[in-house]
């Protein structure tokens, strides 16, 4: 590994097919050829995998690095997925062998088998990913047949193959003979790919290289006599070729140093033509004598750069399906585009540095750096002219000090003895604010520029970046369609008097850097395939975005990322005063962090949201000596809940089958049930509420039942798809008829319809899927509002359809409004404010014939005002009322317009709107409908996995049965003493979790935490001792805590809101002192 110069690497950028963008960057010399990598380091923990998918969307190919004791962990199976969605070539570099042999002692056989098991583990789950690809596009195709049937059934039913036998995945595994895997141990400084051994000893044995890299790693043996490589024959107890040749070279070379026999490590040296020097060889830690020999014999560097620079792929080989990928965000597909987008495929895959090519970045994080750290910024070296000028300022200074000092001295001597010592002192100080002030001039400017400054992390996809050029930014909800919908095709004007279009904005690309490990270099162009920094975006860019040339470009698809954002802490300045210098940091910490969300809350909260506790922290310290620079308190964790509702449970808390147990005389169940619902709701056995508006002119009958869970799985997994089938019926709505439904999108509501009626069967819930009017909340969540009103019908798949035409616009405003009021009710739940999941709300009635008749009557009345209006106009001619009256006889539809706006406007004034009051009515009617219903929490769940040997396999169980977890699995890892516990746990117990833990077993098992799924809490928030039986396991006062009650108090207790608990349980009275006396 070479550092070159600024000039050098210029020069490289230009030949992109040697470019590698797999961080610090590095020439490398490679058989004669100079290439440029672009190596991107990306942190190890599941809190920062928003930081891999940031790197792996710059990236051509990665490096996957595996540790080879303990195999593969929940991380590795977390950026080999995001490597896979992203299309790009992963290597893999198993590090840590030395661990094998030093701390597990193994031997060279064991290792072989160790090291073979844990490749099959990595291939295991690249397969599992590749399968998974495979049958999605059969099942993709299969519906594309179903939808045009051209193709006979018969062979449709009987293909059993699912098509895994005709795709290629010959390149696809990680396989040692074909170069993409490295064996390493990086503390020691060595590692290897077959292909080193396989030339050595092509020379040294007379076999062919290309047969030793095919039998090398493999069960192969080699007879000496016959010069031939055959299978091995366990029952010979032939050793395998990579054992035999490869491993216990190794292994004897650390024996040697270990036991330190120094005549068989001077052998070994003089063998194989090295050069140790004296110091190392005399060295009292065997480590130095390892380092020394192997980072000569088989440098890591040089293995692991050969193979990047082989097996990964330069920018010029993109995939056409990366591409098509990258274009085409949520439910687009790559067809749909206009075919002036589909055209910049060809710049895409050219990768072109011509003028005419467009220039195409894409920006996926901004980070940054201290202001000084900026070429501009930086002091440059003086010359010889400056360096004289300054020595001979230095020099008159002096001079005018030592005049200063001694002139007074001489003058006054026989004063007294202070003075000729003060006048000096006074001199020297102002002669030292003049210095002081000489030299502050200098970095003044650069004190005003200290602040934190924004760098674009970007990389060219296509034509050449140059400073000074005027670029589009593409914010995510872009749409070419639009542009191209306002701007004639063909345009020529500048991009000033361009109109405004939603989501775009113009800027120049002010400064260019090249990204040298910390430093930055300033660029003046940079060609396409390079990863680069862009300086002045902060304005423009928020996290990523899209800069391109053309605004033809749709943006990019969203970075994916692992770890969702769960953590929620309220941050506050700890002196009110700074609250804007809070308010400024957190502003950089949303741009700075690609993952962390900031909120403020309806309550005025400054709410930071995180991917979990690490997470949390790093985001603290960065916002109180980066960005803020203040103290700041923080609340404790806010903790996200859902609310839901279920089935009737069949046996109570002690497994007494429910009704066949004696009642006790006071039954509380019944007066909570009670106490829920106010007078004057009718409440049916099954649960139908019926309430009227206050006006008394409409009345809802609402009903609300608990979803099965695969179903609200299927609405989370579609709430893209769902958010497009939305806009399209607002659209629809509207008249606006701009967006038109492509074929595959209309597919893919199909098969979520398909998917929907398959899994709601049954009586009660015959035809639901048809009559569904809206999801919630926010029109794309896990609720879903079903509508089976005769009068109205309406449905998400199909618009609104009412009897009567004339009709249609009243209904569907205050059909808006009943949709409104559900909207209201799933956002904030009855238990604790917290949004509704897996709730189906269904509209029984809907009776407006009240409303109906008002509307009538006054219209009656309101003709005969109007005959008596005109009566008097023609008697009196008088003008202004003729102008009144004119338009109110201009045709049916305005006046029946003006009728409803007079039946509304005349009971405006007791109790709102019409429209208002239909709202809270029907987000009344929802929430008594689930008071009514057995309602439960439901908590957000990590999975967690932990590594633990088995001696503190006890204590990680105390932790977790403590902390309510739940052990899942466990299984031991072969040929160690590691056990693999995948658990699941509460968020709302995770916090100091993993601290617990290191703690309890002395730092020898580390949990993992990713969030995973909500689930149901069991137990009933509100339950109470009903029976005998409860009474005597639980107590009169059943006061034995009660998870979900405890968890519900909190947030309301957080949130303001009322809670019914004693403040004192038990106490006796209080004896007055004069009592005592």
């Given at each position: 590994?070479v550092?070159?110069?600024?000039?050098?690497?210029?020069?490289?950028?230009k030949?992109?097919?040697?470019?590698?963008?797999?961080?610090?960057?590095?020439?490398?010399?490679?058989?004669?050829?100079?290439?440029?990598?672009?190596?991107?380091?990306?942190?190890?923990?599941?809190?920062?995998?928003?930081?891999v998918?940031?790197?792996?969307?710059?990236?051509?190919?990665?490096?996957?690095?595996?540790?080879?004791?303990?195999?593969?962990?929940?991380?590795?199976?977390?950026?080999?997925?995001?490597?896979?969605?992203e299309?790009?070539r992963?290597?893999?570099?198993?590090?840590?062998?030395?661990?094998?042999?030093?701390?597990l002692?193994?031997?060279?056989?064991?290792?072989?088998?160790?090291?073979?098991?844990?490749l099959?583990?990595?291939?295991?789950?690249?397969?599992?990913l590749?399968?998974?690809?495979?049958?999605?596009?059969?099942?993709?195709?299969?519906?594309?047949?179903?939808?045009?049937?051209?193709?006979?059934?018969?062979?449709?039913?009987?293909?059993?193959?699912?098509?895994?036998?005709?795709?290629?995945?010959?390149?696809?595994?990680?396989?040692?003979?074909?170069?993409?895997?490295?064996?390493?141990?990086?503390?020691?400084?060595?590692?290897?790919?077959?292909?080193?051994?396989?030339?050595?000893?092509?020379?040294?044995?007379?076999?062919?290289?290309?047969?030793l890299?095919?039998?090398?790693?493999?069960?192969y043996?080699?007879n000496?006599?016959?010069?031939?490589?055959?299978?091995?024959?366990?029952?010979?107890?032939?050793?395998p070729?990579?054992?035999?040749?490869?491993?216990?070279?190794i292994?004897?070379?650390?024996?040697?140093?270990?036991?330190?026999?120094?005549?068989?490590?001077?052998r070994?040296?003089?063998?194989?033509?090295?050069?140790?020097?004296?110091?190392?060889?005399?060295h009292?830690?065997?480590?130095?004598?390892?380092?020394?020999i192997?980072?000569?014999?088989?440098?890591?560097?040089?293995?692991?750069?050969?193979?990047?620079?082989?097996?990964?792929?330069s920018?010029?080989?993109?995939?056409?399906?990366r591409?098509?990928?990258?274009?085409?965000?949520?439910?687009?597909?790559?067809?749909?585009?206009p075919?002036?987008?589909?055209?910049?495929?060809?710049?895409?895959?050219?990768?072109?540095?011509?003028?005419?090519?467009?220039?195409?970045?894409?920006?996926?994080?901004?980070?940054?750096?201290?202001?000084?750290?900026?070429?501009?910024?930086?002091?440059?070296?003086?010359?010889?002219?400056?360096?004289?000028?300054?020595?001979?300022?230095?020099r008159?200074?002096?001079?005018?000090?030592?005049?200063?000092?001694?002139?007074?001295a001489?003058?006054?001597?026989?004063e007294?003895?202070?003075?000729?010592?003060?006048?000096?002192?006074?001199?020297?100080?102002?002669?030292?604010?003049?210095?002081v002030?000489?030299?502050?001039l200098?970095?003044?400017?650069?004190?005003?520029?200290?602040?934190?400054?924004?760098?674009?992390?970007?990389?060219?996809?296509?034509?050449?970046?140059?400073?000074?050029?005027?670029?589009?930014?593409l914010g995510?909800?872009?749409?070419?369609?639009?542009?191209?919908?306002?701007?004639p095709s063909?345009?020529?004007?500048p991009?000033?008097d361009?109109?405004?279009?939603?989501?775009m904005?113009?800027?120049?690309?002010?400064?260019?850097?090249?990204?040298?490990?910390?430093?930055?270099?300033?660029?003046?162009?940079v060609?396409?395939?390079?990863?680069?920094?862009?300086?002045?975006?902060?304005?423009?860019?928020?996290?990523?975005?899209?800069?391109?040339?053309?605004?033809s470009?749709?943006?990019?698809?969203?970075?994916?990322?692992e770890?969702?954002?769960?953590?929620?802490?309220?941050?506050?300045?700890?002196?009110?005063?700074?609250?804007?210098?809070?308010?400024?940091?957190?502003?950089?910490?949303n741009?700075?962090?690609?993952?962390?969300?900031?909120?403020?809350?309806e309550?005025?909260?400054?709410?930071?949201?995180?991917?979990?506790?690490?997470?949390?922290?790093?985001?603290?310290?960065?916002?109180?000596?980066?960005?803020?620079?203040?103290?700041?308190?923080?609340?404790?964790?806010?903790?996200?809940?859902?609310?839901?509702?279920?089935?009737?449970?069949?046996v109570?808390?002690?497994?007494?089958?429910?009704?066949?147990q004696?009642?006790?005389?006071?039954?509380?169940?019944?007066?909570?049930?009670?106490?829920?619902?106010?007078?004057?709701?009718?409440?049916?056995?099954?649960g139908?509420?019926?309430?009227?508006?206050?006006?008394?002119?409409?009345?809802?009958?609402?009903?609300?039942?608990?979803?099965?869970?695969?179903?609200?799985?299927?609405?989370e997994?579609?709430?893209?798809?769902?958010?497009s089938?939305?806009?399209?019926?607002?659209?629809?709505?509207?008249?606006?008829?701009?967006?038109?439904?492509?074929q595959?999108?209309?597919?893919?509501?199909?098969?979520?319809?398909?998917?929907?009626?398959?899994?709601?069967?049954?009586?009660?819930?015959?035809?639901?899927?048809?009559?569904?009017?809206?999801?919630?909340?926010?029109?794309?969540g896990?609720?879903?509002?079903?509508?089976?009103?005769?009068?109205?019908?309406?449905?998400?798949?199909?618009?609104?359809?009412?009897?009567?035409?004339?009709?249609?616009?009243?209904?569907?405003?205050?059909?808006?409004?009943?949709?409104?009021g559900?909207?209201l009710?799933t956002?904030s739940?009855?238990?604790?404010?917290?949004p509704?999941?897996?709730?189906?709300?269904?509209?029984?009635?809907?009776?407006l014939?009240?409303?109906?008749?008002?509307?009538?009557?006054?219209?009656?009345?309101?003709?005969?005002?109007?005959?008596?209006?005109?009566?008097?106009?023609?008697?009196?001619?008088?003008?202004?009322?003729?102008?009144?009256?004119?338009?109110?006889?201009?045709?049916?539809?305005p006046?029946?317009?003006?009728?409803?706006?007079?039946?509304?406007?005349?009971?405006?004034?007791?109790?709102?709107?019409?429209?208002?009051?239909l709202?809270?009515?029907?987000?009344?009617?929802?929430?008594?409908?689930?008071?009514?219903?057995?309602?439960?929490?439901?908590?957000?769940?990590?999975?967690c996995?932990?590594?633990?040997?088995?001696?503190?396999?006890?204590?990680?169980?105390?932790?977790?049965?403590?902390?309510?977890?739940?052990?899942?699995?466990?299984?031991?890892?072969?040929?160690?003493?590691?056990?693999?516990?995948?658990?699941?746990?509460?968020?709302?117990?995770?916090?100091?979790?993993?601290?617990?833990?290191?703690?309890?077993t002395?730092?020898?098992?580390?949990?993992?935490?990713?969030?995973?799924?909500?689930?149901?809490i069991?137990?009933?928030?509100?339950w109470?001792?009903?029976?005998?039986?409860?009474?005597?396991?639980?107590?009169?006062?059943?006061?034995?805590?009660?998870q979900?009650?405890?968890?519900?108090?909190?947030?309301?207790?957080?949130?303001?809101?009322?809670?019914?608990?004693?403040?004192?349980?038990?106490?006796?009275?209080?004896?007055?002192?004069s009592?005592?006396?």
């Amino acid at each position: 590994m070479v550092l070159n110069s600024l000039d050098k690497m210029i020069q490289l950028q230009k030949n992109t097919a040697n470019i590698r963008n797999i961080c610090i960057l590095a020439h490398v010399d490679h058989g004669g050829e100079d290439y440029l990598i672009n190596l991107i380091d990306s942190p190890g923990h599941v809190d920062f995998s928003s930081e891999v998918s940031t790197a792996v969307r710059v990236c051509d190919g990665c490096i996957i690095v595996v540790d080879a004791v303990e195999g593969v962990c929940p991380q590795t199976q977390a950026v080999l997925r995001q490597a896979w969605l992203e299309n790009i070539r992963p290597v893999l570099v198993i590090n840590k062998i030395d661990r094998l042999i030093v701390e597990l002692k193994f031997t060279p056989q064991e290792a072989y088998s160790h090291l073979k098991n844990i490749l099959e583990q990595i291939n295991a789950l690249t397969g599992a990913l590749f399968t998974s690809k495979v049958l999605e596009e059969r099942a993709e195709r299969e519906t594309e047949s179903q939808v045009n049937p051209g193709s006979e059934r018969g062979e449709q039913v009987y293909d059993w193959s699912a098509g895994l036998e005709d795709t290629d995945d010959s390149q696809l595994y990680f396989s040692p003979d074909q170069g993409g895997v490295v064996f390493a141990s990086a503390v020691d400084g060595w590692g290897f790919g077959i292909e080193h051994f396989a030339r050595i000893y092509s020379q040294k044995i007379g076999i062919r290289k290309e047969v030793l890299m095919k039998t090398l790693w493999g069960d192969y043996y080699i007879n000496m006599k016959a010069k031939k490589i055959m299978k091995v024959d366990q029952a010979k107890g032939k050793k395998p070729l990579f054992v035999q040749l490869i491993l216990e070279n190794i292994w004897s070379l650390y024996d040697a140093v270990l036991k330190r026999d120094k005549e068989k490590i001077d052998r070994i040296v003089t063998s194989l033509g090295l050069k140790i020097g004296a110091r190392e060889a005399r060295h009292s830690d065997p480590k130095v004598q390892i380092n020394a020999i192997c980072s000569q014999w088989l440098p890591i560097s040089h293995a692991v750069l050969a193979m990047v620079c082989q097996k990964l792929p330069s920018p010029l080989d993109i995939t056409a399906e990366r591409v098509e990928k990258l274009m085409c965000t949520g439910s687009q597909t790559f067809d749909s585009l206009p075919p002036e987008t589909q055209a910049l495929k060809a710049a895409f895959l050219k990768c072109g540095s011509e003028d005419t090519a467009p220039v195409i970045i894409f920006v996926s994080k901004m980070f940054a750096v201290d202001a000084k750290a900026l070429p501009q910024n930086k002091p440059r070296p003086l010359t010889q002219e400056e360096i004289a000028q300054r020595r001979e300022r230095a020099r008159q200074r002096h001079a005018e000090k030592l005049a200063a000092t001694q002139g007074p001295a001489s003058v006054e001597p026989p004063e007294d003895g202070g003075a000729p010592e003060t006048s000096p002192k006074g001199e020297e100080t102002k002669g030292g604010e003049h210095q002081v002030e000489g030299e502050t001039l200098k970095p003044q400017p650069e004190e005003g520029s200290s602040h934190e400054s924004f760098v674009a992390f970007a990389r060219v996809f296509s034509g050449v970046a140059r400073r000074g050029k005027k670029m589009f930014v593409l914010g995510p909800k872009y749409s070419p369609v639009e542009f191209l919908r306002r701007v004639p095709s063909g345009f020529s004007t500048p991009l000033d008097d361009l109109p405004p279009v939603p989501h775009m904005a113009c800027c120049t690309l002010e400064n260019l850097y090249l990204l040298m490990g910390r430093e930055l270099e300033g660029l003046v162009e940079v060609p396409p395939g390079n990863v680069l920094g862009i300086g002045g975006l902060q304005d423009f860019v928020l996290k990523s975005a899209t800069l391109c040339s053309s605004p033809s470009c749709p943006p990019f698809v969203p970075l994916n990322f692992e770890a969702t954002p769960i953590v929620r802490v309220a941050v506050e300045p700890k002196h009110p005063s700074e609250m804007p210098q809070l308010v400024r940091g957190m502003k950089l910490l949303n741009q700075a962090d690609p993952c962390v969300q900031i909120l403020i809350q309806e309550t005025g909260e400054h709410v930071l949201v995180t991917a979990g506790e690490v997470h949390l922290q790093r985001c603290l310290d960065d916002l109180r000596e980066r960005f803020a620079k203040i103290q700041i308190s923080v609340s404790e964790p806010i903790i996200p809940f859902r609310e839901t509702i279920t089935k009737p449970p069949k046996v109570d808390m002690v497994n007494e089958e429910i009704g066949k147990q004696q009642k006790v005389a006071v039954i509380h169940q019944t007066k909570e049930d009670q106490s829920k619902i106010p007078e004057g709701i009718q409440v049916d056995a099954d649960g139908l509420i019926t309430l009227t508006t206050p006006n008394k002119l409409a009345v809802l009958s609402v009903r609300a039942m608990p979803l099965p869970e695969e179903v609200t799985r299927i609405l989370e997994e579609n709430s893209d798809l769902i958010r497009s089938m939305e806009q399209l019926t607002s659209s629809l709505n509207e008249g606006r008829n701009t967006q038109t439904i492509h074929q595959k999108t209309q597919e893919k509501i199909c098969e979520f319809k398909r998917k929907l009626e398959q899994h709601l069967t049954g009586r009660k819930w015959r035809n639901v899927v048809d009559q569904i009017w809206s999801f919630g909340p926010r029109k794309c969540g896990p609720n879903i509002l079903v509508n089976r009103s005769e009068d109205f019908q309406n449905s998400v798949w199909t618009g609104s359809g009412v009897k009567a035409s004339k009709e249609a616009s009243r209904y569907r405003d205050l059909g808006n409004s009943i949709v409104s009021g559900f909207q209201l009710a799933t956002l904030s739940g009855p238990m604790c404010e917290e949004p509704l999941m897996g709730v189906c709300f269904i509209l029984e009635k809907w009776d407006l014939s009240k409303f109906e008749e008002q509307g009538a009557s006054d219209k009656h009345n309101q003709e005969r005002r109007d005959v008596v209006q005109e009566a008097q106009a023609e008697g009196e001619a008088c003008p202004g009322r003729g102008e009144k009256g004119g338009p109110q006889d201009g045709g049916s539809e305005p006046s029946e317009q003006k009728t409803s706006q007079r039946g509304e406007s005349s009971l405006t004034d007791c109790y709102g709107p019409f429209s208002g009051q239909l709202i809270a009515t029907m987000k009344e009617a929802c929430r008594y409908a689930l008071q009514v219903k057995p309602q439960r929490l439901m908590a957000a769940m990590y999975t967690c996995d932990i590594m633990a040997t088995g001696d503190v396999l006890g204590r990680v169980y105390a932790v977790l049965s403590k902390r309510e977890g739940r052990v899942l699995q466990e299984e031991m890892k072969e040929g160690t003493d590691m056990f693999i516990i995948k658990a699941v746990l509460p968020v709302a117990e995770s916090f100091g979790f993993a601290d617990e833990i290191r703690k309890r077993t002395s730092g020898l098992a580390s949990p993992q935490l990713v969030f995973s799924h909500w689930e149901v809490i069991p137990s009933d928030p509100f339950w109470v001792p009903t029976t005998e039986e409860e009474y005597l396991h639980f107590g009169e006062k059943a006061d034995s805590e009660n998870q979900a009650r405890k968890y519900m108090d909190a947030v309301r207790k957080r949130k303001g809101l009322y809670v019914e608990e004693k403040v004192v349980a038990h106490a006796e009275k209080q004896r007055t002192l004069s009592k005592n006396k």
